[in-house]
């Protein structure tokens, strides 16, 4: 961080510019920076087996593929063990919402709750709640809870080094003057009607 | 020496408010040998701990949700977000307004040195010759030509630096511009398609430099300019104009101090400003030979109607009756749209400056087809933006599910998103004005405003022509609404929300039906200048900064030859 810290800090007059094509190189060093720093975590609001179960469920809804790792990877459950931390409402939400899910799961497949489920079953009952259009009352807690994991992992995820080198946001950095690459002007030109 | 110790010392001018106007009266002041006072609401601001640009959003624990996740419940104390340039809110509090039943209006305030221009969006466009003296007979002229104004707005541009090219537009007068800023992909195809619907669409003008300016540094384009801006390459007030007037030794600086009545003699002129010290609840005066008020139009109005005299039973400088009337802000409506040829754009910073490097003049005026008067520019959004808590919420909601799926088509679909704003004039109407509120004082013991306001069929009309033109550009664009389109009227802003409040206390040759003459000086009370928008007779569609730093300017130093001759 202090390394990325240090050349990212800029000071009023003289400010060392930082030519753009670095940027992506920086922020690729921010990324693997953080992802060691992720060492040993105890949660600040949530019981080890929610934290667990969260973990889980972020890395389902954003994984890792061949470009780059998921959710779970980039901290997501951490973020959000730390929001609840800041705000009882929020950990309501989310013991709530996780509990509920437990309970289905145990209800559905003899028991197996949503670390211990096939990654099929996993899948079937993501479905189900992932979609508003499934709405019923006997899902509707599920739905309500599923929006808010959602957004909040995606907010985890991409306001992480690890999101933000996957979207492949470079800026943020200091550029002598300002040019678009002709290469990108050719490309959406080409996609115009 | 027993009379220099007991009596307190007598600026030759109080500012009060500290934005684009009251910087501008404190620079211009200054720089005339004047021993100045400056009355700020806020705290004082140090860019160094207060602009968070370069953050990114990791860097902070709660990268912006607040320290008690304040975001995810609509209740953040900035109204910008956490990681903006220190801002204000439509909701303060401890100082509350109120809105008469009927009326929609929401109340910006900034509450810092430098207010508004430490985050506003630098867009900084000249009033046309006919917004001066309009042609349709629907509004009162202004008391000054364009020729005027012209010098004001070369002195205005040189010192703040703005960006541009001439480009012969009456709609856009030519100043005087730094180079313009290359355009974005999305803006060259934006451009494209304004030009097969015959759409004029030039560089934006923006005060930021891109070469550097009176010690101030050129932009190095990190797009962060509405989180501040450390170098002062984006202009704000406090950084160009304020510190460099407290160091020249004739500025001193009130901070936490709300203005809270002009004090003013049997003669009618005002001797001093009272205040509340916040920080200590007590209530102060700063005696003064002229006072200059800038503290935005609707505050500025409030303590005029709050300084009431024998003299003046309807606030001070208030024989006309018009503080506080004639209301206007900015008609505002606006779309996001996907955009196909954007998506999976080769990744390459976009970042420029904050804001549009192009933008669209009003290209139909004098036109007989429209239905509505005046006319719109229209501003326009895109490019990979900075990610932050709350950027991929609404394409979640929208596509649903989870997994390899949605995480796919956010990164296709990241910049290809477009925005497109449309900024329009408001025609003053006699339902829309502030005046105090016979009940609610604030957590000072200030009378609070009430507000009336409502938009006319000359409004939504301009609307509708927004919706219409927006929904051909789009399509020319090959690209889809993304957002849902409300039925008119519901698709007009809410007034204020654009936070471009004018014409509280206009100025106007006929002292029945204004309050200040041509160099905003008050009618009633030749020591009494105003230099925010509260003068503006109305609101072109032009944002009002501009036209602020050249009035204020205008008018201080019209104030300071007036002093220098004895006649204030």
């Excluded at chain 1, 808010?148 to 907010?155: G, M, N, Q």
């Excluded at chain 2, 679909?413 to 004082?441: H, K, T, W």
């Excluded at chain 2, 609070?448 to 022509?465: G, K, P, T």
Aim: hydrophobic share 40%.
């Amino acid at each position: 961080m202090r390394r990325v810290g240090a050349t990212l800090s800029l000071s009023v007059m003289g400010v060392p510019v930082l030519p753009g094509q670095e940027a992506q190189q920086v922020h690729q060093a921010v990324a693997e920076d953080y992802a060691a720093q992720l060492g040993p975590y105890s949660p600040l609001a949530l019981t080890a087996h929610e934290f667990a179960t969260l973990g889980a469920l972020a890395d389902r809804i954003i994984p890792a593929d061949g470009r780059s790792p998921g959710a779970l990877e980039a901290g997501a459950a951490r973020f959000i063990d730390f929001l609840c931390a800041a705000r009882a409402e929020l950990r309501d939400i989310i013991t709530g919402g996780l509990a509920w899910l437990n309970h289905e799961m145990r209800r559905r497949y003899e028991g197996k709750d949503f670390l211990n489920a096939t990654l099929e079953q996993q899948t079937e009952m993501l479905d189900l709640i992932a979609f508003d259009k499934n709405h019923s009352p006997e899902l509707n807690p599920g739905i309500r809870f599923f929006q808010w994991a959602r957004r909040l992992v995606a907010d985890a995820y991409y306001t992480s080094p690890i999101g933000i080198q996957e979207l492949g946001y470079v800026g943020n950095s200091a550029m002598p003057e300002f040019q678009v690459p002709r290469e990108a002007v050719e490309f959406a030109r080409k996609r115009t009607p | 020496m027993l009379q220099i110790a007991r009596s307190r010392p007598v600026f030759d001018v109080v500012v009060i408010g500290s934005g684009a106007g009251g910087g501008t009266a404190v620079k211009v002041l200054t720089d005339r040998g004047l021993d100045v006072a400056l009355l700020e609401a806020g705290p004082m601001l140090n860019p160094s701990t207060d602009f968070k640009e370069h953050l990114m959003p990791y860097q902070v624990d709660h990268r912006g949700a607040g320290p008690h996740a304040e975001l995810y419940f609509g209740q953040q104390a900035q109204a910008l977000g956490y990681f903006a340039a220190p801002n204000g809110n439509w909701s303060i509090p401890g100082e509350p307004y109120t809105v008469a039943r009927g009326s929609r209006f929401q109340w910006f305030r900034s509450r810092i040195l430098g207010g508004r221009t430490n985050h506003w969006g630098r867009i900084s466009l000249r009033f046309s010759d006919y917004d001066f003296q309009p042609e349709d007979g629907l509004t009162d002229p202004w008391p000054v030509t364009y020729a005027e104004m012209s010098p004001w707005y070369d002195k205005a541009e040189g010192f703040m630096g703005v960006t541009g090219t001439r480009e012969g537009l009456r709609t856009a007068p030519d100043g005087n511009f730094l180079p313009p800023i290359a355009p974005r992909v999305h803006e060259i195809l934006f451009q494209a398609a304004c030009r097969k619907l015959n759409i004029p669409c030039i560089p934006s003008r923006m005060a930021v430099l891109t070469k550097p300016l009176n010690g101030r540094a050129a932009c190095h384009y990190c797009g962060q300019c509405d989180r501040g801006c450390r170098t002062a390459s984006a202009f704000t007030s406090s950084q160009a104009m304020i510190f460099p007037a407290m160091a020249s030794g004739r500025l001193t600086v009130f901070t936490g101090a709300m203005a809270r009545e002009l004090v003013a003699d049997s003669s009618g002129s005002v001797t001093a400003v009272s205040y509340v010290e916040k920080a200590s609840r007590t209530e102060k005066q700063i005696r003064c030979r002229a006072v200059v008020v800038a503290a935005s139009a609707c505050e500025t109005a409030r303590l005029l109607l709050n300084s009431k005299s024998s003299q003046f039973p309807n606030g001070i400088a208030n024989s006309s009756g018009e503080v506080g009337r004639r209301l206007t802000d900015t008609v505002g409506y606006g779309l996001s749209a996907f955009v196909p040829a954007l998506a999976n754009l080769p990744r390459h910073n976009s970042d420029g400056i904050k804001g549009m490097h192009v933008y669209v003049p009003w290209w139909l005026y004098g036109d007989r087809q429209k239905d509505f008067p005046r006319g719109y520019h229209i501003e326009i959004g895109g490019g990979f933006q900075l990610p932050e808590l709350g950027s991929f919420t609404e394409q979640c909601a929208d596509y649903q599910g989870y997994g390899k799926a949605l995480k796919d088509r956010i990164r296709e679909e990241y910049g290809a998103f477009i925005s497109l704003g449309g900024r329009g004039e408001m025609i003053s109407n006699a339902n829309s004005y502030c005046e105090i509120d016979p009940q609610a004082v604030d957590s000072w013991g200030i009378p609070v405003l009430r507000f009336h306001f409502a938009w006319s069929d000359h409004e939504f009309r301009q609307v509708r022509h927004m919706e219409q033109t927006f929904a051909s550009i789009v399509e020319t664009m090959g690209g889809k609404i993304a957002t849902p389109q409300p039925p008119p009227p519901s698709a007009i802003s809410v007034g204020g929300m654009i936070i471009h409040e004018s014409g509280t206390a206009r100025m106007g040759r006929d002292p029945k039906t204004s309050v200040l003459n041509e160099y905003c000086q008050a009618h009633d009370v030749k020591n009494l200048f105003i230099a925010d928008a509260a003068p503006f007779v109305t609101q072109p569609d032009k944002n009002v900064t501009l036209s602020i730093v050249a009035f204020a300017w205008r008018a201080s130093e019209y104030l300071a030859e007036e002093m220098r001759k004895g006649n204030v």
